[in-house]
């Protein structure tokens, strides 16, 4: 199966009057295609004051359209390494839009394109498309633990775009040198193989390799955040197990909660991380592995509020205060604030038999201006970064000998190739009841995690929520790892037959979807349209109307309605045989019959949330 082509949106009164068939007795003129994007690494240069600081520039053509350009930063003497930004320009020629991982709402204006980046926030990388959603231009950076910015503004006067590659914005300790390579890729390809290149390239690296990735990550999870927020018991949450584990989880999520019993939300009481809400952890976590789940339980990674019983043992020893709310941050320079975090965990796991954590704010994790970097008063680290990257290192590294399909989540903006290095789920962020936003959030983690599962945001809707419409929660985030977080005891019937369909068919077909050739769409349209493929079979969903042209290669198609109109239209290169079955988002079964299908253009009403499949004979 080729990549299916996305061909181009249609205004709903083409599909009305679709025909069984339509013949073309004429030949559209050839297009041209523009010229690759040339890159001189010559014309690649540095501004800024170096300092004390000498600059060695090196080109490393890897092949006519990928280039490799490695800065070394070299002083004497240890000194600052003082904010510089490198440049360079290129034609704005055949460009359409643009894609970073960040990139949500405003996806065309080129004038805010930018990525801020470092180990636990983003990934430096900026890529731009044509309107075929080829790669035009794409670049990233070696350095992933460090701070740097990417942006690239549209100059009116000359139509060039100029990007600038801001590096040591944020403080970094003195050192002698420094390297960086800068990754360009100019290469006809698609723009998301563009970007999985550079994942891969990443991943090389000896410093970010990724964690080991269990199957069990990749298996629906029931999450008590929505559902339950801190007002969590293990009695109901071993009933909301029972339901889970028969829709099809394998997971629950103990999410912020249970280590205190106040209410208030805020961090004020994180930090001794003993189960005052949950007094019998074992006992709660051997009831739930009784339902066949597996536990993981949610830890805020760097703070310690300013009412836990550790605050006072850690005084001195934080980089900053969190006043609304009331939580403190600690610093991970200190040999025994790292000892602590890990010891937690592993005393966690040992003790209570957990399957997994997942970690939050990691991002917080970051400089002041009143930060000193320097190792002195007991910091074995000058730099929090690589602190940071030393803790998170000791954690899964520790973790994982005791238990080598340890599970540990974390969420958007965390998501760099580092990330991938401590942990082995990448959450969307905050979308609550948001279908759009968790489409675009897990899209875009999808492009760049590679093996890494992506897991979406939980999704939750209102009980009177008509079920057809409750379903887009679930068929919006079907190419990640679903996560639930209703209340499973007070919903109805129809919406329970309805997420055990779909989860049945999402455990069904998982190598297809979270493990296949994954296919995205235009990121400058919420991508309209998702396909995956395996095995000769293809699963597309659709969001909006758009013909769908499948390739011969296929035995079986399967075509998902994620959308409020009934029409899908299929334009075939060939004629064959197929039991064709057309379902509704229950799984009830409208038609089922075998038809011929003609080359041309096809016409079928599928329900709103429903499914066409096509088997070839």
């Not at 106040?262 to 051997?286: H, L, Q, S």
């Not at 599970?407 to 903006?413: A, K, N, S, T």
């Not at 011969?552 to 959308?563: Q, V």
């Not at 019959?593 to 070839?616: A, C, M, R």
């Amino acid at each position: 199966m080729k990549l299916i082509q996305y061909l181009f949106l249609v205004y709903i009164s083409i599909f009305f009057s679709c025909k069984q068939e339509v013949q073309l007795d004429y030949t559209l003129p050839e297009t041209s295609e523009a010229a690759p994007v040339k890159i001189v690494g010559d014309s690649i240069h540095v501004n800024g004051d170096l300092g004390n600081f000498t600059l060695e520039k090196k080109i490393s053509n890897i092949s006519e359209n990928l280039h490799l350009i490695t800065f070394k930063f070299s002083s004497k003497i240890p000194s600052e390494l003082p904010p510089i930004a490198i440049k360079f320009n290129f034609p704005s020629v055949d460009i359409n839009g643009y894609w970073n991982p960040k990139i949500s709402m405003d996806k065309v204006n080129y004038y805010y394109s930018g990525i801020t980046s470092k180990a636990s926030k983003n990934a430096p990388i900026l890529s731009f498309y044509n309107n075929a959603l080829q790669n035009r231009i794409t670049f990233a950076l070696s350095d992933a633990l460090n701070q740097s910015e990417i942006i690239s503004y549209l100059k009116e006067e000359d139509v060039h775009f100029y990007p600038e590659i801001k590096l040591f914005q944020e403080k970094m300790p003195k050192t002698t040198s420094y390297e960086v390579t800068l990754r360009i890729d100019t290469r006809n390809l698609p723009y998301h193989k563009s970007i999985t290149d550079v994942a891969d390239w990443w991943a090389n690296h000896p410093d970010y390799t990724p964690m080991k990735v269990p199957e069990n990550a990749k298996r629906p999870m029931y999450s008590t955040w929505y559902s339950y927020h801190q007002n969590i018991t293990a009695e109901e949450i071993i009933a909301e197990c029972k339901i889970a584990k028969s829709l099809g989880c394998e997971a629950v999520i103990i999410d912020d909660g249970w280590q205190t019993n106040d209410g208030n939300r805020g961090y004020a009481y994180t930090g001794d991380w003993n189960p005052d809400r949950i007094p019998d952890m074992k006992g709660f976590v051997e009831a739930v592995h009784k339902e066949g789940m597996q536990f993981l339980l949610w830890y805020s990674l760097p703070f310690m509020g300013e009412k836990a019983k550790n605050h006072t043992r850690f005084k001195g020893k934080y980089l900053r205060y969190w006043d609304s709310q009331g939580t403190y941050v600690l610093d991970p320079r200190y040999p025994e604030i790292r000892k602590h975090i890990v010891d937690t965990y592993i005393k966690a796991m040992q003790d209570w038999n957990l399957d997994g954590f997942k970690l939050d704010f990691i991002g917080w994790f970051t400089t002041t201006k009143e930060t000193k970097l320097t190792k002195e008063d007991g910091r074995d680290y000058a730099s929090v970064n690589e602190a940071t990257d030393a803790l998170m290192t000791e954690i899964t590294t520790k973790l994982t000998e005791l238990k080598p399909d340890i599970l540990i989540e974390f969420r958007q903006p965390y998501i760099g190739p580092l990330m991938r290095k401590y942990g082995n789920m990448f959450r969307g962020v905050d979308a609550p009841n948001n279908a759009v936003a968790n489409r675009v959030e897990t899209t875009n983690l999808r492009i760049m995690a590679k093996n890494t599962a992506v897991h979406s945001d939980m999704f939750i809707w209102r009980n009177e929520e008509p079920v057809e419409k409750a379903a887009l929660q679930i068929l919006n985030i079907l190419y990640s790892v679903p996560q639930l977080s209703l209340k499973l005891t007070e919903i109805s019937e129809e919406h329970l037959d309805m997420i055990r369909y779909w989860l049945d068919y999402w455990n069904t077909h998982r190598d297809i979807l979270v493990n296949g050739e994954f296919i995205p769409s235009n990121p400058g349209a919420n991508y309209p349209i998702l396909t995956a493929i395996n095995n000769h079979h293809q699963i597309t969903t659709l969001y909006e109307d758009i013909v769908i042209r499948p390739e011969t290669s296929i035995n079986r198609l399967d075509i998902i309605n994620a959308k409020s109109s009934k029409k899908v239209v299929l334009l075939l290169d060939e004629e064959f045989k197929a039991k064709l079955t057309i379902g509704d988002c229950r799984g009830n079964t409208i038609i089922e019959q075998d038809i011929k299908l003609s080359k041309g253009l096809h016409n079928f009403d599928v329900p709103p949330s429903g499914i066409l499949k096509i088997q070839v004979k």
